[in-house]
Structures are given as C-alpha cells and as structure tokens.
C-alpha cells in the first residue's frame, strides 16, 4: 500500500490490512468511515460492534453500515420509489445514526431503531446546504 493515497496517514499506510479497504464518505455531515471487514470484527455481534462504536471506532461502525446497507436502502427506495433519493436517504440515515449512536438504548434494537431513523429522514428531510429544494426526496 502506497504511502501517497489520499486521506491515509504514514503510520496507517504501513500497518498491515488484513483484507481491501473501502472507502465510505457520508458527506451531509462530513462524516468519513473507513470500512474494513476485518476478521476479528466479523464475528462481532451487533452490541459488541455498537460499543465499540460508541467508544469511537469508526471501523466498528463501518461494519455496522455494511451488515444494514441494503436493509436501509431497500427501505429508502421502498419510500421514495427512486434509486438516486433511496441513496441519499440511506446515506443521511446513516450519518444521523452515527451521531445518534448514544441515543440508542438498547443495542439489540439497533435494526429497528435504524429503520425510524431512515424512516424519519425521509418525512423531515435535512435542509439543502445550498438553501434551494435540491435536498427534497421524490415519492412523497
């Protein structure tokens, strides 16, 4: 792995990855996870990957993204009836996840939690950093 990617400092560069990283920008917030299905963590349990979450590991919630991607995306086109607004609705349901992760009560709820939460963001959307309606999400 080369020392001059973008976004990877030298002492992470040099550290061994034990399979492809992915890199994945939640940008409404400009939250960036890195995404890396590391053995150890693959068998981690949703509470165990949450609370490693809470405790700031970004890849423990990169992990979490990965097991509920499609569950949250099937859900946003099933709102929206689009493909592009069911990504952005994923993507901002996401974000909001994260920085609601202390929120959550009950770490064996997680999936249903997840799924208000997209289901919250699609009915009160996130106003447009630009201040015009290119943030509204069609199907309403």
């Not at 970004?58 to 569950?71: I, Q, T």
């Not at 859900?75 to 994923?90: I, K, N, P, V, W």
């Not at 939460?117 to 943030?135: E, F, Q």
Request: proline share 5%.
């Amino acid at each position: 792995m080369s020392a001059c990617q973008p976004g990877i400092s030298l002492l992470e560069a040099e550290r061994p990855r034990p399979t492809a990283k992915r890199d994945v920008t939640l940008a409404s917030e400009s939250v960036s996870l890195l995404i890396e299905a590391s053995d150890e963590q693959m068998g981690l349990t949703n509470r165990q990957l949450l609370e490693r979450a809470r405790g700031g590991d970004r890849e423990a919630f990169g992990d979490l993204v990965e097991r509920y991607r499609d569950m949250v995306y099937g859900l946003g086109y099933h709102l929206t009836r689009d493909f592009e607004s069911a990504r952005d609705l994923a993507q901002e349901a996401f974000v909001q996840a994260y920085l609601k992760l202390g929120q959550l009560r009950d770490p064996d709820r997680f999936s249903g939690w997840l799924r208000q939460i997209t289901t919250n963001a699609h009915h009160n959307p996130a106003p447009s950093p630009r201040g015009d309606d290119s943030g509204s999400r069609g199907g309403r």
